[in-house]
């Protein structure tokens, strides 16, 4: 019988505040986790701890996670996570070891991107949401473009911008900043030019 999602996502949880908590490896005599899993009891750790805001302490279980066993996943969130600390360039490094460790994986692309933007650097961000839009495994596309919309508009390039929100919503119907991108662009007098 398959666990429901929910008590998946409790596991994960509880997982993630034992290894926040130090206790991702088991004491002596006791079952053994493998790297796998303490890479991934790491990682789940790093991720409850920026979602709560706590970035300093998120940074570490992500490089724990990435001692233990570096994927692209950990070097990507390392890098939201630096980045939430200012420290934007260390972020774009992350994302480019996560892209050496799995070049299918949108997320680094698109957050290089943005990256590139909070740099005021929009013209370079292009390329990596293009790439982010191109990437087999990515479970959000509504982002790359979204983000390449923002790029467009502000170039000016009002009809290539209100594609890229549309062809965002069909990712996902309810993403409320395309549908906010949409409506000032229509509220400014751009319809479907």
Avoid at 28 to 34: D, M, W
Avoid at 140 to 145: D, E, G, H, M, T
Avoid at 167 to 178: N, S, V
């Amino acid at each position: 019988m398959a666990v429901p999602w929910s008590r998946k996502l409790l596991s994960g949880c509880l997982t993630a505040l034992a290894c926040a908590a130090g206790l991702a490896q088991p004491p002596e005599g006791g079952i053994k986790l493998t790297p796998e899993q303490r890479a991934e009891a790491h990682w789940q750790a790093g991720y409850l701890l920026h979602t709560m805001g706590d970035y300093p302490r998120a940074v570490e279980s992500f490089r724990s996670s990435i001692a233990a066993r570096p994927t692209a996943e950990a070097h990507t969130f390392l890098g939201w996570s630096l980045s939430h600390l200012g420290r934007i360039d260390d972020a774009i490094a992350q994302c480019r070891m996560a892209i050496q460790i799995d070049p299918e994986f949108g997320n680094p692309y698109n957050d290089i991107g943005v990256y590139f933007m909070a740099l005021g650097r929009s013209a370079e961000a292009m390329p990596w949401f293009e790439k982010a839009i191109a990437a087999k495994r990515y479970c959000c596309y509504q982002f790359p473009y979204f983000n390449l919309g923002r790029v467009l508009l502000e170039q000016g390039k009002l009809r290539e911008a209100l594609r890229s929100f549309e062809r965002a919503l069909e990712f996902d119907p309810y993403y409320l900043p395309a549908l906010q991108a949409l409506e000032l662009m229509k509220q400014h007098g751009v319809k479907g030019l």
